[in-house]
């Protein structure tokens, strides 16, 4: 690879930041025990500023305001049409603001800015627009009971969400979210991953800008242990969606299970294979498999990164040289400089994870190809790594890393390649090149995963449900599916004729 580590060529004014508090029935407070925790820059290990420091308490207020805002308020009330145009303002309020949100996200999870401003941010707003065309399109069903009954089904918001959401994609998490929720009717809390509550504060705003009444919108920072743990075993709190890793999944679950049996959506870790066959143009097969774990976006900090590479064969060693001279072109950088194809790690803790991973693989025996160590002196920059020579056993093959290490494997017969692919705790996605449809559509039907691409990968769009397999989870979200997590079906059912009742 090539660096740029850290450079300051490139002129980003970085605007002031304007909201660090807890976002609670429509105004930024402090939190109630006064405390505060400083957010950090990626790329310098350096404090961006504090943010107040939400818990149990502060939780408590931010679910009585959503509480009464369910019960009382006219968000669930008001038409769905209504609703829709409410989150339109909000959807254009981001699209003027695009510049700074991006800049926020890059600031706090070193995000390449030029990604932010073409993808995140006016993916975040067009979420906001899909979910707010469905807002009056929520219909249930008309019944045909016996001879003397009639029903009819209503879907109803299902009442007050908690949202937890990691920080590897700030903006789009904080949407997939929100936006069905809202359309929904329903009020909530959100928790924003404690590495990454800058942008989120910042929708709280504009959310009020839009319209949307006090209480709807809660956004409370704050640890997983303390504010996290708050919302997942909240007695008003009726269903929560949590994007984050499977050990904390399981924790989340207990919770809302020992609780009061709030509804649960979870969206986990990933180990996603990326199955290339011999028919696959190798250019393409290298690129789409440097994509899928590199992917700039998120500093490969992706749970759908596809980790484990399975090449065929007979494309197997050109496929190797290949990848190898493409990584080392791939420039790690400041996410703020338009050269940067890859910024920093989101935090101390997940730099040390992942170079302690790559140690392991080399202990394990596996060859490291390309890559392997930091980049520059400060902030937490990591090399794209590639491993050959891995073993289906090796830990680096069975756990989430989490950050630019890829796993390359041989494989001889599609059986085998079916096999291996579903040998993993894991399910949620999985990538195929190849340009034989019946193989294609063979190898998609028997990999148990919630997506798969075929000749891509990554490719996300609004309207394709999004969720795991196996460990991976459950719950969709994007698509029409979504929408659904946040409703609950309630029948009514009336006799047609004079009868007995
Ligand atoms: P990651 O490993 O990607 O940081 P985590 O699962 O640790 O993922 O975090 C995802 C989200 O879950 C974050 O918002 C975090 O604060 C929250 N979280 C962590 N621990 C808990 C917990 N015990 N209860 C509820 N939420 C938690």
């Not at 009442?159 to 329903?186: D, Q, R």
């Not at 049996?261 to 180990?271: D, P, R």
């Not at 976006?297 to 190898?324: L, M």
């Amino acid at each position: 690879h090539q660096s740029n580590g850290g450079s300051d060529n490139h002129l980003i004014k970085i605007p002031k930041i304007k909201f660090t508090k807890l976002f609670i029935n429509g105004e930024f407070v402090d939190a109630l025990a006064g405390k505060t925790f400083e957010t950090i820059d990626p790329r310098t290990g350096e404090v961006i500023t504090r943010v107040a420091e939400g818990d149990k308490e502060d939780v408590d207020l931010a679910v009585k305001a959503a509480r009464e805002a369910f019960d009382h308020g006219k968000w669930p009330r008001m038409s769905g049409f209504e609703r829709g145009r409410i989150m339109m303002k909000f959807a254009d309020l981001i699209d003027e603001n695009i510049e700074e949100l991006a800049i926020l996200d890059t600031l706090n999870a070193g995000k390449l800015l030029s990604w932010g401003k073409l993808l995140d941010i006016p993916h975040a707003a067009n979420t906001l627009r899909y979910y707010a065309g469905a807002a009056d399109k929520i219909h249930g069903k008309t019944l045909k009971l016996s001879q003397e009954m009639q029903g009819y089904t209503l879907l109803e918001p299902i009442g007050v969400v908690g949202h937890i959401i990691p920080w590897n994609f700030p903006s789009t998490m904080f949407f997939m979210k929100v936006a069905p929720a809202l359309a929904a009717g329903c009020t909530m809390i959100v928790k924003p991953a404690e590495q990454t509550p800058l942008s989120a504060l910042y929708y709280a705003h504009l959310a009020k800008l839009a319209g949307i009444p006090d209480g709807v919108l809660n956004v409370v920072n704050g640890f997983g242990p303390t504010a996290g743990s708050a919302i997942s075993s909240h007695m008003d709190i009726d269903k929560v969606s949590f994007t984050g890793s499977t050990d904390v999944g399981r924790v989340v679950m207990q919770a809302a299970a020992t609780s009061n049996l709030k509804v649960v959506s979870l969206e986990l870790g990933g180990k996603s294979p990326l199955i290339i066959f011999d028919d696959a143009d190798l250019d393409k097969a290298v690129d789409l498999a440097l994509l899928g774990i590199l992917y700039n976006k998120a500093n490969n900090q992706i749970c759908v990164a596809g980790s484990r590479v399975y090449v065929q064969e007979g494309i197997y060693d050109a496929f190797v040289k290949k990848s190898a001279e493409k990584a080392k072109t791939w420039v790690v950088g400041d996410p703020f400089d338009p050269r940067s194809q890859q910024g920093p790690q989101v935090d101390k803790k997940q730099f040390n994870k992942i170079l302690s991973y790559i140690e392991h693989g080399k202990k394990e025996g596996a060859t490291l190809l390309t890559g392997g160590k930091a980049v520059g002196e400060k902030g937490y920059y990591i090399e794209p790594t590639i491993f050959t020579d891995v073993k289906e056993d090796n830990i680096i093959v069975k756990d989430e890393i989490f950050g630019p290490v890829m796993s390359l494997m041989k494989f001889k017969t599609v059986e085998e390649a079916i096999e291996r692919a579903n040998t993993t705790r894991y399910g949620l996605a999985a990538g195929i090149v190849t340009n034989d449809l019946n193989l294609a559509n063979r190898v998609s039907r028997s990999i148990r995963a919630g997506v798969i691409w075929i000749n891509c990968y990554f490719a996300f769009d609004r309207d394709c449900p999004y969720g795991g397999y196996k460990m991976s989870g459950f719950g969709r979200d994007l698509g029409m599916d979504a929408l659904e997590k946040y409703l609950q079906t309630k029948s009514v059912v009336t006799p047609i004729y004079n009868s007995p009742w």
